[in-house]
């Protein structure tokens, strides 16, 4: 947490993060030092729709916790 909060506090990478009042998770490191927020890019396939995921809280599929 230590080293995220580091590079979050320091890096311009999460400028516009920090300014959108965000917190910049998931954020990854890749081996070749490359930092992006957007592991689909980097890995060369489609972004699931945001739309058709559920609720990583959603006991009851519905939203709820």
């Known amino acids: ?3 995220f909060l580091h590079y979050r506090d320091h ?3 999460f400028e516009d993060i920090i300014r ?3 917190i910049g998770i998931p ?3 890749l081996e070749d030092g ?3 927020f957007d592991i689909f890019s980097y890995l060369g ?3 699931p729709d945001a739309e058709q995921i559920e609720n ?3 006991i009851d599929n519905k939203g709820s916790c």
């Open 20 to 22: 959108e009042g965000k």
């Open 34 to 36: 490359t930092k992006t």
């Open 1 to 3: 947490m230590k080293e």
């Open 56 to 58: 990583a809280c959603s």
């Open 45 to 47: 396939i489609e972004s």
């Open 27 to 29: 954020f990854f490191i």
């Open 11 to 13: 890096d311009k990478l």
